[in-house]
């Protein structure tokens, strides 16, 4: 909650500035949307969207002529799944009962509070449309309280090795991403739709914090924890 007073007293501030020096123009207004890995105009897609991943925050635009600034701060839940196998073919290990070749699945679900930095171009088409592009760098803050680290595994009949139930995983509180996207203004409202395209991994290198265990994981497939996704939001300008 202090990084979104920061954020928004920052906004006022740029207004202010803005005001006095004349020529631009400030908005600011709350927005809701949804996160997707892949866009659909179906309905039934989109209803999913909103129940799965709801998106509620607000933004400030900063517009100087053609081109823009809007900074935003959105609140969402994410899920991110990582797939991994461990090895425990070598001599020294085997001594360790858990078969090997096991496969489990690591599932975080978290909640994000996200700080997109949009710069933006901007035409009018008519006095009350207008279309928009834009880009910028997104830094995606996990809540570490409401964060849940889910294990499963399934090797025929064995349940999941009792050595991984405590296991801590190495999961990180921030990821960073550049974002990329369209938008339009009818009115006072406004519809943006951006792609997230993940940086930094939600999972570490090391996965599980235990030089034991840590060693013997595949983890050659990580760079799926990036957080690669579309995101859908509508607007409305208070100002």
């Avoid at 999913?48 to 839940?77: A, C, D």
């Amino acid at each position: 909650m202090k990084k979104t007073s920061l954020l928004l007293a920052a906004l006022l501030m740029m207004g202010s500035a803005a005001f006095a020096g004349g020529g631009f123009d400030l908005s600011i207004g709350p927005k809701v949307g949804y996160q997707t890995t892949k866009l659909s105009y179906q309905k039934e897609d989109i209803k999913t969207g909103f129940m799965n991943s709801f998106t509620i925050g607000v933004f400030g635009r900063v517009e100087i002529g053609h081109f823009y600034v809007q900074p935003e701060v959105l609140w969402f839940k994410t899920s991110n799944a990582f797939d991994m196998t461990i090895d425990t073919s070598n001599a020294s290990v085997q001594n360790i009962e858990i078969p090997n070749g096991l496969q489990f699945t690591m599932t975080r679900k978290a909640m994000n509070i996200q700080v997109p930095l949009l710069f933006g171009y901007k035409l009018e088409l008519t006095d009350n449309i207008a279309l928009r592009a834009q880009i910028g760098p997104t830094a995606n803050f996990i809540i570490p309280e409401k964060t849940v680290v889910q294990k499963s595994a399934s090797v025929g009949e064995a349940d999941f090795p009792e050595q991984l139930q405590n296991a801590e995983f190495d999961t990180k509180d921030i990821a960073w991403g550049l974002q990329m996207g369209v938008g339009v203004d009818i009115l006072r409202f406004t519809l943006d739709i951006n792609y997230n395209k993940g940086i930094t991994k939600v999972f570490g290198a090391d996965v599980i914090n235990n030089t034991e265990w840590g060693q013997y994981i595949n983890t050659n497939n990580i760079d799926n924890t990036k957080q690669n996704m579309f995101m859908v939001t509508v607007g409305y300008k208070l100002l």
